[in-house]
């Protein structure tokens, strides 16, 4: 396990903890045998589905009907690593049970072609290198990426969440919230993240050093001079700013 520093637009840096590399392959293990077990219940479907069709050998529609149906059913097992990402906020079925996930290297939520380069390589990584590349790369390097995650500017982190911020920056405010910081419209949605992220580390680690500068850092870029608890305030940001969002 090493802890990472990732500096912000804020001038503020984040700590991160990457994962042992056994939680990483526990991780692949169960993300693996889903995906054969998915293999396993639809093969023996089709298998029974053409069992039981009655026509002649040289059926040729339903041959072609049978081929056709055999290569969309593989499309879920190409994809599963990508679709899971991008829905379940970097994780996978098994990041998600050992408590992984995959962020960009500047703290925040990665972009949907992060994603998609980091699943690209994912063969180079494991299949085609039997996976001596994905391994070697996770362990040796200095952050502990595999290459897809070097060419895509993402890391693997732990996640151990405790507090009520949803995985997203936006969520349902009560009817009659009222905002308080309108300026925060000035931020950009990674910034939002990079504040949910403080919060949430603020709470995982009992250290609010890092959210009293990012709070009087904010306040310097936004020209607030009302006095706010540094915590409160970055928790009224976060409800603003959907406030705000929703509002548009």
């Known amino acids: 396990m090493e802890k990472i520093k990732i500096p912000t637009s804020f001038n503020i840096e984040l700590d991160f903890e990457t994962p042992e590399f056994h939680k990483r392959l526990f991780a692949w293990v169960i993300d693996l045998v889903i995906i054969f077990t998915y293999y396993v219940i ?24 049978m081929s056709a149906v055999s290569l969309l059913l593989i499309v879920p097992m190409l994809v599963y690593h990508l679709f899971f990402e991008v829905v379940m906020n970097g994780q996978s079925i098994g990041k998600k ?45 200095k952050k502990n990426q595999r290459l897809g995650d070097m060419a895509a500017g993402t890391l693997v982190i732990k996640t151990k969440i405790e507090t009520n911020i949803d995985d997203t920056v936006f969520f349902e405010l009560e009817d009659e919230y009222k905002p ?25 680690y009992n250290n609010f050093d890092v959210a009293g500068r990012l709070s009087e850092k904010i306040r310097t870029v936004l020209n607030i001079t009302e006095d706010v608890e540094p915590i409160e305030f970055l928790q009224t940001l976060l409800k603003d700013y959907n406030y705000f969002s929703n509002k548009e």
């Open 180 to 204: 308080r910081f309108p300026s925060v419209m000035r931020l950009s949605d990674r910034d939002m993240n990079i504040i949910k992220t403080v919060l949430s580390n603020s709470a995982r």
């Open 42 to 65: 639809t093969t023996n479907i089709m298998q029974q589905f053409s069992t039981a069709h009655k026509s002649a050998d040289n059926d040729l529609p339903f041959l072609y009907n």
């Open 97 to 141: 049970l050992i408590g992984i996930k995959v962020i960009g290297e500047d703290g925040g939520r990665p972009a949907l072609h992060q994603y998609l380069i980091r699943w690209l390589i994912r063969p180079f990584d494991f299949i085609v290198s039997f996976f001596l590349v994905g391994l070697l790369t996770a362990v040796l390097s």
